[in-house]
């Protein structure tokens, strides 16, 4: 970077110095005395041409013949009048025409005995002229005349040859009546034929140069627009490099506008020449608050570009008479008001250490710089030449060097930012793998600070300062105004502190219902992310170190890493909330099966209707062990997986034990039940899950059936496939339900129960594995359809 800004100056240096270098200075020669420019010690071979400036005859209002200067009546008018200059108000006998009318003037000039061939360069008088030398005819520009209507200006550079002989005489005939301003008011220069028509190239190239460097500029930037729209500070750029392109072809040497476009209207360059200065006022100081940005400058700034709105929309409105006149409040203005206050703005952002600041500040020290020396010499204070198009040059060199750096720092952010990127992912797996939200916000919290050292130490011009690090989280517990800050001791331990929430508007200097996007306060960044489970999650950290988008996209990754692990969490433990609940649903669902079977036999042991007492203490026996399998069932629920007890069992002794125990269960209900057995053979099953499993669709069917229902069982074989089918005629549910029927907590359309009982029937299947299908139509019942294989 220091060979880069040693690089930069140098280049301005040597710019200027080669710009001064095509124009002699003149000082080792003499200037014009009463009319008359002694050069005939002078030898040209050094190759300097010399500006016939000083005290040239001067006849106001006075087309003077070359021969007729010895006549006594053009004696009396002869004045002397200061070459280069403008015709002043006392010429002029309408006050509201100062700078219009036409005049004469005369330069004899002393060159003695020469061998080399000699020419005159006259650049742009901004108006019309003929130019004689020994009375001939060398030169002429627009069309002379004595009124408006007449004349006619026009902008062009002109090379003429001189006559050659030891004594030359130029008279020179200048007429204006369109610009403000009438007069010679660029040096007349002399010089060998060979040096002026280098001169002439050296400048015409200079000027192609800074045009194409401006049009470069303006191009690159409007595509770098196109390609990162949020960046309006290249479009800003872009415009103001267009201005200078235009500036560029409208002054200077050679004017390059007039040249391209031959025959164009005098006036359009002309106003072109003022618009390109003052629009590019307004604009150059908005790209610099892009990348300088002060409250000041976006409050009161837009009232400090009025003025160069207004003339602006005099020069595009109004005649040449009255838009020149905003040239000197303009040139006023600028000095006094808007450079050194923009001067202050720019100091501000440099100690503040903005990213590129030093280049961008240098450039406009020179802009500003040269910016004076055409108004000193546009007012006339000092001579010399004018420096604008460099300053620009300047500016957007400075401009280069901070987008070179800007790139730079960009690739070495995103190496940086592939590494914490590579580090975000791995500290988000062990983030999304915690337990709890404590040692979540551990994790996180280890992150920052670890990132945090990096940014300890900053050095801002040569100092070094040493920033606070501590780094806060801020956690809302749901439902309530508690909120948990965690942060690390400088111990290196976790601590949790519960904070109300005033008490965290207070800390954090913000309403947290007010955060939407990370916001720096109080040189402290604040990041919140909210989810839509209310859950609030703030961090509270240095903002050094994070003031570009790859950083703060870095914080925001670890933020949302937290907030979707406090989410996991927060599901887990809602999901194992659930899985207790329905743990005790499916034990109160299955309990109420052996109980109601032995609450039976206990009432028909009482009465002692239909079996032997014997017969009932047996049923009852089996219902006590039914229950003995439930508690294995629950242990097998507590691990997600049932263990079955696996025997080979006759098909028809097994399921007609079953089907007399149901019929002592319906005994209780009015329903009827109806079973048969078509398969013979054994088949292998656990015994007391397929008996749990009969049982649960059997009470299903009791509490969705009326009391005129009928539950039927069959039991069919066909091959190595057993078919149990279970059959009623009740409700039944809908088409779309059928998908649901199977998951737990699907709500039936019995008056009681949960419907966790067809989940528990599902699972015992697909432990045998076997298979469930199921057919039902609204109003019409439902069937089951199990295949277990034998």
């Given at each position: 970077?220091?060979?880069?800004?040693?690089?930069?100056?140098?280049?301005?240096?040597?710019?200027?110095?080669?710009?001064?270098?095509?124009?002699?200075?003149?000082?080792?020669?003499?200037?014009?005395?009463?009319?008359?420019?002694?050069?005939?010690?002078?030898?040209?071979?050094?190759?300097?041409?010399?500006?016939?400036?000083?005290?040239?005859?001067?006849?106001?209002?006075?087309?003077?013949?070359?021969?007729?200067?010895?006549?006594?009546?053009?004696?009396?008018?002869?004045?002397?009048?200061?070459?280069?200059?403008?015709?002043?108000?006392?010429?002029?006998?309408?006050?509201?025409?100062?700078?219009?009318?036409?005049?004469?003037?005369?330069?004899?000039?002393?060159?003695?005995?020469?061998?080399?061939?000699?020419?005159?360069?006259?650049?742009?008088?901004?108006?019309?002229?003929?130019?004689?030398a020994n009375g001939k005819k060398i030169a002429s520009v627009g069309s002379l005349g004595k009124s408006e209507s007449e004349s006619k200006a026009k902008y062009e550079l002109k090379i003429s040859l001189v006559p050659d002989s030891e004594n030359l005489e130029l008279v020179f005939y200048v007429s204006n009546f369109q610009n403000r301003w009438g007069g010679v008011w660029n040096s007349i220069q002399l010089g060998e034929l060979e040096s002026v028509l280098k001169d002439v190239r050296k400048r015409r190239d200079l000027e192609w140069?800074?045009?194409?460097?401006?049009?470069?500029?303006?191009?690159?930037?409007?595509?770098?627009?196109?390609?990162?729209?949020?960046?309006?500070?290249?479009?800003?750029?872009?415009?103001?490099?267009?201005?200078?392109?235009?500036?560029?072809?409208?002054?200077?040497?050679?004017?390059?506008?007039?040249?391209?476009?031959?025959?164009?209207?005098?006036?359009?360059?002309?106003?072109?020449?003022?618009?390109?200065?003052?629009?590019?006022?307004?604009?150059?100081?908005?790209?610099?608050?892009?990348?300088?940005?002060?409250?000041?400058?976006?409050?009161?700034?837009?009232?400090?570009?009025?003025?160069?709105?207004?003339?602006?929309?005099?020069?595009?409105?109004?005649?040449?008479?009255?838009?020149?006149?905003?040239?000197?409040?303009?040139?006023?203005?600028?000095?006094?008001?808007?450079?050194?206050?923009?001067?202050?703005?720019?100091?501000?952002?440099?100690?503040?250490?903005?990213?590129?600041?030093?280049?961008?500040?240098?450039?406009?020290?020179?802009?500003?710089?040269?910016?004076?020396?055409?108004?000193?010499?546009?007012?006339?204070?000092?001579?010399?030449?004018?420096?604008?198009?460099?300053?620009?040059?300047?500016?957007?060199?400075?401009?280069?060097?901070?987008?070179?750096?800007?790139?730079?720092?960009?690739?070495?952010?995103?190496?940086?930012?592939?590494?914490?990127?590579?580090?975000?992912?791995?500290?988000?797996?062990?983030?999304?793998?915690?337990?709890?939200?404590?040692?979540?916000?551990?994790?996180?919290?280890?992150m920052l600070h670890e990132n945090g050292k990096e940014q300890t130490i900053i050095s801002n011009n040569g100092r070094t300062i040493a920033v606070e690090q501590t780094v806060y989280v801020y956690l809302e517990e749901p439902n309530s105004s508690i909120w948990k800050r965690y942060c690390i001791s400088s111990l290196g331990d976790l601590e949790t502190v519960e904070v109300y929430k005033y008490d965290v508007q207070d800390l954090i200097g913000l309403d947290p219902s007010s955060l939407t996007g990370p916001i720096i306060k109080n040189?402290?960044?604040?990041?919140?992310?909210?989810?839509?489970?209310?859950?609030?999650?703030?961090?509270?950290?240095?903002?050094?170190?994070?003031?570009?988008?790859?950083?703060?996209?870095?914080?925001?990754?670890?933020?949302?890493?937290?907030?979707f692990s406090v989410r996991n969490i927060a599901r887990q433990d809602r999901e194992k909330l659930a899985i207790i609940g329905e743990l005790s649903a499916e034990i109160v669902h299955d309990l109420g099966h052996p109980i109601a079977m032995i609450r039976q036999n206990l009432k028909n042991l009482r009465s002692k209707k239909g079996t032997s007492k014997t017969n009932l203490l047996f049923q009852a026996e089996k219902e006590v062990d039914a229950l003995t399998n439930l508690t294995l069932d629950i242990l097998d629920f507590s691990k997600?997986?049932?263990?079955?007890?696996?025997?080979?069992?006759?098909?028809?002794?097994?399921?007609?034990?079953?089907?007399?125990?149901?019929?002592?269960?319906?005994?209780?209900?009015?329903?009827?039940?109806?079973?048969?057995?078509?398969?013979?053979?054994?088949?292998?099953?656990?015994?007391?899950?397929?008996?749990?499993?009969?049982?649960?669709?059997?009470?299903?069917?009791?509490?969705?059936?009326?009391?005129?229902?009928?539950?039927?069982?069959?039991?069919?074989?066909?091959?190595?496939?057993?078919?149990?089918?279970?059959?009623?005629?009740?409700?039944?549910?809908?088409?779309?339900?059928?998908?649901?029927?199977?998951?737990?907590?699907?709500?039936?359309?019995?008056?009681?129960?949960?419907?966790?009982?067809?989940?528990?029937?599902?699972?015992?299947?697909?432990?045998?594995?076997?298979?469930?299908?199921?057919?039902?139509?609204?109003?019409?019942?439902?069937?089951?359809?199990?295949?277990?294989?034998?």
């Open positions: 970077m220091r060979f880069g800004k040693i690089t930069f100056f140098a280049l301005l240096i040597s710019s200027f110095f080669s710009y001064c270098d095509l124009v002699g200075s003149g000082s080792e020669h003499s200037s014009a005395k009463n009319g008359t420019l002694d050069l005939s010690k002078h030898s040209f071979e050094d190759g300097k041409i010399v500006p016939l400036d000083g005290e040239w005859e001067f006849y106001w209002e006075e087309w003077i013949s070359p021969n007729d200067f010895s006549d006594p009546k053009f004696k009396s008018k002869k004045k002397f009048v200061t070459v280069p200059s403008v015709w002043k108000e006392s010429f002029s006998k309408d006050p509201e025409a100062v700078g219009h009318g036409y005049a004469t003037y005369r330069l004899k000039v002393k060159l003695g005995k020469r061998k080399q061939a000699l020419a005159l360069k006259i650049p742009d008088q901004g108006t019309a002229y003929i130019l004689y140069a800074l045009v194409l460097i401006a049009a470069t500029m303006s191009f690159y930037n409007v595509f770098f627009y196109f390609f990162r729209r949020n960046e309006s500070a290249h479009l800003l750029f872009a415009f103001h490099a267009f201005l200078i392109m235009v500036r560029s072809l409208t002054i200077g040497d050679s004017r390059l506008a007039y040249e391209l476009l031959q025959g164009i209207s005098w006036e359009l360059p002309n106003r072109l020449e003022y618009i390109s200065v003052y629009i590019s006022g307004p604009t150059l100081y908005a790209f610099l608050y892009r990348y300088c940005k002060t409250d000041f400058w976006r409050r009161f700034g837009r009232y400090f570009v009025i003025p160069y709105y207004l003339a602006s929309f005099i020069v595009l409105f109004f005649p040449n008479a009255y838009y020149t006149l905003t040239l000197l409040p303009v040139a006023l203005y600028l000095p006094l008001v808007t450079m050194p206050v923009w001067l202050v703005l720019l100091a501000v952002g440099l100690k503040r250490g903005i990213e590129g600041g030093l280049s961008l500040f240098s450039g406009y020290v020179v802009i500003s710089l040269c910016t004076l020396n055409d108004i000193g010499l546009f007012l006339g204070l000092w001579n010399g030449i004018y420096l604008i198009q460099y300053g620009e040059v300047a500016l957007i060199l400075g401009y280069s060097i901070l987008i070179s750096k800007i790139f730079s720092e960009a690739f070495r952010r995103s190496d940086t930012l592939g590494t914490k990127m590579k580090s975000l992912v791995l500290s988000t797996r062990e983030i999304m793998q915690s337990y709890s939200y404590d040692k979540a916000a551990d994790t996180a919290l280890k040189d402290r960044l604040v990041v919140s992310v909210q989810d839509e489970q209310l859950y609030k999650l703030i961090f509270d950290l240095p903002s050094e170190g994070y003031s570009d988008d790859s950083q703060m996209d870095w914080v925001r990754g670890v933020a949302d890493a937290l907030a997600n997986r049932i263990i079955l007890d696996l025997q080979t069992l006759e098909i028809k002794a097994y399921f007609k034990e079953i089907f007399e125990d149901l019929e002592t269960f319906f005994q209780s209900t009015k329903m009827k039940l109806a079973f048969k057995i078509n398969a013979k053979g054994s088949i292998r099953l656990d015994p007391l899950r397929i008996r749990r499993l009969i049982f649960n669709l059997a009470k299903n069917a009791a509490e969705a059936t009326d009391e005129k229902g009928i539950f039927s069982i069959r039991i069919e074989r066909e091959e190595d496939i057993v078919y149990l089918i279970f059959e009623d005629n009740g409700q039944g549910f809908s088409k779309d339900m059928e998908r649901y029927i199977f998951d737990s907590g699907f709500g039936s359309k019995k008056p009681y129960g949960t419907g966790l009982g067809l989940s528990i029937i599902r699972k015992i299947v697909f432990a045998h594995g076997g298979e469930i299908l199921v057919s039902s139509e609204e109003g019409k019942g439902t069937r089951f359809t199990i295949l277990l294989r034998s």
